[in-house]
């Protein structure tokens, strides 16, 4: 049967989840060796188990020197940074949080499109700023009503459906982009990405990062999403183009942006700080207490799961 006894942390986890993993496990912490090359090259050969997160990743050097490693547990459902396919090739089992936040992620995606269509941030500021008491009446102007709106969905998995659900809640006809249909699902399957842009009112980006997706969202659907058009980004920075976004930010190419991700986290161009036609979050879709935690259990679950000989909770 499969066992775990020493297990290296890579990257800052919650402080709830730290513990857990010292309370079951001789744990080490990459962070605290002044060199984590040479540590691994010198100490790599004990650790059968490791643990780190969608963010910080492994890299597949870092895999290479970790000779006894039987199984990776990540926070989080992004797989882009871990060396998914070496682990597999060695016979690794690599395991990941799914299905626990789609709803926090997609009550974000909607929290961003609510936002900046209705301009709650901006208008935040401009009540703080005194500029609603100096010029009074409706001297803010007017944002865009969601309700009926067309929504356009780029990735349909455990949380684009999610998305897509929330949306009958304000009567929004959706459709979805893909490269195959996804069976059983109702909503309307749009095989160019270009023509869903077109069409929507606002897209919806949660599809997976990795070099398949790079770049996904150029200026080419950026023009086709158009002026009336607005951009949402709960997936991976490296998804966008963000130069490109920047560019049709400024020049009113499209209407606005709300972005939970970025392309050099957690540095975000000047460019964009300094736009009001965009609503910027630092990465947070799936923080709230209930669902980190949740994450936080099934990173346990998976490592019990294998030491047990029962097979990862969830397993890439």
């Known amino acids: 049967m499969p066992s775990i006894h020493h297990l290296l942390q890579v990257g800052k986890l919650l402080p709830s989840l730290e513990q857990a993993l010292r309370e079951r ?27 780190t997160s969608a963010a910080v990743g492994l890299s597949a050097a870092q895999l290479a020197a970790l000779p006894a490693v039987q199984v990776i547990s990540s926070f989080g ?6 060396p998914v396919e070496a682990a597999r090739q060695r016979g690794i ?19 961003l499109l609510l936002d900046v269509a209705r301009r709650t941030s901006e208008a935040d500021r401009f009540v703080r700023a005194g500029h609603w008491a100096r010029a009074g009446g409706n001297s803010f102007g007017l944002g865009r009503k969601v309700s009926g709106a067309r929504l ?23 459709r979805y982009h893909t490269r195959r249909p996804v069976a059983g699902v109702p909503w309307t399957h ?4 270009a023509a869903l842009a077109a069409w929507c009112d ?18 080419d659907v950026l023009q086709a999403l158009g002026p009336q058009g607005f951009l949402i980004n709960v997936a991976r920075g ?10 049709a930010l400024i020049h009113q190419r499209i209407a606005g942006a709300g972005l939970d991700v970025f392309a050099n986290e957690p540095h975000v161009p000047e460019a964009l700080r300094g736009l009001d036609n965009v609503v910027l979050l630092p990465h947070i879709a799936s923080a709230t207490h209930e669902t980190r935690q949740a994450m936080a259990q099934r990173v346990l679950d998976n490592l019990a799961g294998f ?9 890439a």
């Open 307 to 315: 030491a047990a000989g029962t097979g990862l909770v969830s397993a």
């Open 25 to 51: 496990y001789a744990v080490q912490r990459l962070s605290d060796a002044p060199d984590a090359a040479a540590f691994l090259a010198e100490q790599g050969a004990r650790f059968d188990a490791v643990v």
């Open 238 to 247: 490296s998804v966008v183009d963000e130069q490109a976004l920047v560019d």
């Open 93 to 111: 089992a690599v395991g990941y949080t799914p299905d626990v936040l789609n709803d926090c992620v997609a009550d974000t995606a909607f929290a």
């Open 190 to 193: 749009e095989p160019s990405l």
């Open 152 to 174: 356009g969905v780029v990735g349909l998995g455990r949380i684009g459906q999610t998305i897509a659900r929330r949306a009958s809640g304000f009567d929004m006809p959706v």
């Open 77 to 82: 459902v992004g797989l882009d940074k871990l």
């Open 202 to 219: 606002f897209l919806v980006v949660i599809t997976s990062g990795g070099p398949a997706t790079h770049h996904l969202i150029g200026a």
